[in-house]
């Protein structure tokens, strides 16, 4: 039982020392983890679930200890996904290694509470040590605890901590080096004779059930939990419930109730444990109490959560900008040298400057909007205002099975979905985290505005006014949430089949956020956006750049050329012409250039695609050259722009308030089919172009991060079900605006 | 039956049973809300719903339909 000396070096590699730190949320588990392990960490999921599984080193005196921070939980019944890994790393479930220690971090403030945990994971035999954490919020609170007592009582070390300032943290660390050199044990609860004798019935029936293996802390969840993970195994399910009504039975009638039995012996064993450790000093005015009465006051507190949220939204949207187009100058600087360099080699250049380097610029223009949101999350999570802004807006998303911590990640879309998405991570409830995620990417993201500027610019507001204008613009921001929620609820209502958390929230004290803290969770976000959804980004970013490339046969450029010329010479002499062309930067190279560049997109793979599947945007009314923006901007909806200008040969540098670019589309007629002659973008047209684009999840950055927030299947699934979502409406808006402007015309 | 759904803020009393038949039960208990517990409704949400119940100190929100499954002992203690 010495992990530290008994392993010699060969063996230490196979299976290093592992310290898991263990206790309800809100403790300041994961502060203390970043105390011990510095920021050597690794962030990587449990297998089958996405919870994360957080790790690193710790040096103490020349021997190196994993420490695993295990997430969050507040009893061993595996109701989230959160538990149910606790108490597969403690069980030593699902080829998962036990760990060596079990270090509780308890809340000193909320004792009582932390300790049921405790007592129940006494059943597991594990060594253990305690940090008794926030011990300075405690005193401010008036409460007095005799650790030393505890520790007896316990039978275990006790070390008293302060996360935030790292008071305790050098005894604890030598504290984790001592209990592993010597481990002390829980005292188990002393069971009464129905539950114990209970356990023995149970654990013969369900061996002769077939189960192979199970340990006595799990007998205790498969009896006193409704639904358990541990007898899967067992075929005859009807046989194994008979077994544990039985067991009830028995419960019963020693005067328990089943239900409650475990809660109720472990809070007497607590009650039992703390007479006399714990002393407080009557009931002090929290101050909780009164900056409560107006953060969650009916008006104020309303008012209030709409000013943080406010905030936080154009601080996400104007203070990200800088950055942002930091970002992008520095990426069409970096596509500039590398053109000059590689001028060379056409293929290499086009494939660097618009494939490489445009999916880098792609990645690294959200960090921005990450960072700083998960800067004021770390804030509100860390002041403990999350749990009232979702109190108090718990009861506007409960209808459709959100909860209110949907909020923030819902409010984030509407900068950007992928911080969004990443946000989701604050709801516990997988139902409800699930659906959110789904939703989120509906909310009208910052790149959808450039093409409701250019259409609405151009087609609305020259005719109906500024008012009408700014009105559509308003409107089309909420045609995403006005299809979203109401989806949300059919999801909820009919497909998803998981089983929603109770939200049951804790509303935890105020403290003040620690930077430290703030700044840690801010890189880490970062890195793992970077590095886990940046690859699929760059990827995707490669794979249509090669689309939209190649072919690029000469002939295609030399056809377009003759073309251009005999074009031209209608307009002036031929001499004239060859003369401009000699000179590179005269308007006329500039034309034939962009010609080419329009024609070469044309004979691509996808402008060919674009063209063959035409007929099925037909009914929406999109021509090949829309059909082909709409493809090509699946990537990212924002570079439908760029598209369009090379398409209507204006070339790539054009955006939302290009006048040439809003010329062009007043003008553009078909020049084939049943519509022959009459203009492309008619107002139904225009406004079927703009629900398709809200509605559809043009965004290979939003697929790559739900991909990894959830798994492929999901991500696929809502990529899929937008785009025949937006399609369908799209061709909806288009037949019903024909429809009426027949009527009235 | 009484339940924690039907105090309104400033009212308590003492836990009688929690429905056990669904699955939210072991979360309550754990939480703290276990049989001869007192429990206090301290407010509700600006929207009626969720509520704010304080036991052993410390401050939990709960939806109404997660309030309904706590039955008390009639007759509260205005403390």
Redesign the interface.
Known sequence: MNPLRTRGPVEAEKHSIQVALVGNPNTGKSTIFNRLTGLRQRIANYPGVTVDRKSGRMKVAECEIEVVDLPGA??L?A?SHDERVVMDVLGGRRNMQRPDLLVFVLDAT?L??NL??VSQAAELGLPTLIALNQMDAAHHNGIRIDSARLSRRLGVPVIETVGSSGRGLAELKGAIVEALESPCFLPRIAWPACISNGCVMLRDGICTLGCAEISDAEILRVL????SVYTEQVQEKTQLRELILEVHKGIRSSGL????A???LH?RHIEALLEGVIESSGPIARSRESI?RIL?H??W??LIFLGVMYAIFQSLYTWSGPAMDLVETGTGWAQSVASGLLAGAPVLQSLVCNGILAGVGGVLVFLPQILLLFFFISLLEDSGYV?RA???M???F?WCGLNGKSFVPLLSGYACAIPGVMAARTIEDPKARLTTILMTPFMSCSARLPVYILLIGTFVEPVYGPYVAGATLFVMHFVGAAVALPLAWVLNRFILRI?P???????PDYRLPVLRNVVHRMWERGREFVIRAGTVILAISIIVWALLYFPHQESVATQAEAEFVQAQSKQRPAVEIEEALKDPDSAISQSLFNHVGAAYIEQSFLGRFGKTVQPVFDPAGFDWKITVGVLSSFPAREVIIATMGIIYDLGSDVDEGSSDLRTVLKNERWTSGSRLGEPVYTLPVVFAIMVFFALCMQCGATVAIIAKELNWWWATASFVGMTVLAWVAAVAVFQSGRLITTFFS | MHTLEMLTPGMSARIA????????????????F???QWVKVI?L??????L?AEI????????RS?ARLIGLHPGGDPS
Do not use: H, W
Request: glycine share 10%; with cysteine; charged share 25%.
């Open positions: 507040y009893s019944t109701i909320n009582k509470r049921f945990l006193f939990d409704r639904e109730s089943p239900g409650s475990e809660a109720v809070y409560d969650l009916r008006v507190g309303t749990a979702a109190f108090l718990d009861k506007l409960s089983k958390l109770p939200f049951i929230l804790e509303m | 049973t929690i429905e056990s038949d669904c699955g939210q039960a072991g979360r309550l208990s754990s939480l703290g276990v049989p001869g407010r949400a600006p929207l009626g719903d969720p704010t052993d100190g410390q401050q939990i929100s709960l939806r997660e």
